[in-house]
């Protein structure tokens, strides 16, 4: 059974920063594209970021290009976000993903997500 | 980017009785390998979201038949054929198609009337 568990959310100050881990089970991490999604507070879905199986690229939403970054760590099958420069408007849930042969067909698993803060 | 423009944005349903959900995109979907990447997802109260349909009408895995997706081109459609309770919650439609980026609708809440 595919298990994703997100940790590292909390509360932070504008300006500040965090960085969110999703630790993977039940499926060959090193194979698949892995993602993140975000929920505002009572708001619909905003995709956030991608990174390919081996971690040769990595794709960003526009609203978190330069402050976020992507990475993974296949050895320990552990996907991260590192966000810096945080803003209010990043308050949301981080929901970790797993993508299927190809990110085009969107995510079969998802984590249980990660609450992120950003108030003073 | 793509815009998707989900309708209703709510939905009461009486229990037992069908449902449909609009889905439209600014651009056409259909990619270069001849698929066409509309994907929905189920978000019931307080669960992450679930993949219900990919590419536009393949049901996954213990996913009812009651549900099923069609449409081509721009416009797009997901049916509960007969609403049960266990269906109330947000669903949302997802273009792979012209990614980056991925861009969703925004939603549409069924609840029952």
């Known amino acids: 059974e595919v298990q994703l568990l997100e940790s590292g959310g909390g509360l932070v100050q504008p300006g500040g920063s965090l960085r969110l881990s999703c630790a993977a089970s039940g499926f060959t991490f090193s194979t698949y594209a892995m993602s993140w999604v975000r929920q505002a507070p009572g708001k619909g879905l905003e995709w956030v970021s991608t990174i390919t199986f081996n971690s040769d690229r990595t794709y960003y939403a526009d609203s978190v290009k330069g402050r976020f970054t992507i990475s993974r760590d296949n050895s320990e099958s552990t996907l991260f976000l590192e966000m810096n420069s945080l803003r209010a408007e990043d308050t949301a849930v981080y929901y970790c993903a797993k993508g299927v042969t190809t990110i085009r067909l969107g995510f079969d698993s998802w984590g249980q997500g990660t609450l992120v803060t950003v108030s003073s | ?113």
């Open chain 2, 1 to 113: 980017d793509v815009v998707i423009t989900q309708s209703p944005l709510s939905l009461p349903v009486t229990l037992g009785q069908p449902a449909s959900i609009s889905c439209r995109s600014s651009q056409g979907l259909v990619y270069s390998d001849g698929n066409t990447y509309l994907n929905w997802f189920q978000q019931r109260p307080g669960q992450s979201p679930r993949r219900l349909i990919y590419k536009v009408s393949n049901r996954d895995s213990g996913v009812p038949d009651r549900f099923s997706g069609s449409g081509s081109g721009t416009d797009f459609t997901l049916k509960i054929s007969r609403v049960e309770a266990e269906d109330v919650g947000v669903y949302y439609c997802m273009q792979g198609t012209h990614w980056p980026p991925i861009t969703f609708g925004q939603g549409t809440r069924l609840e029952i009337k």
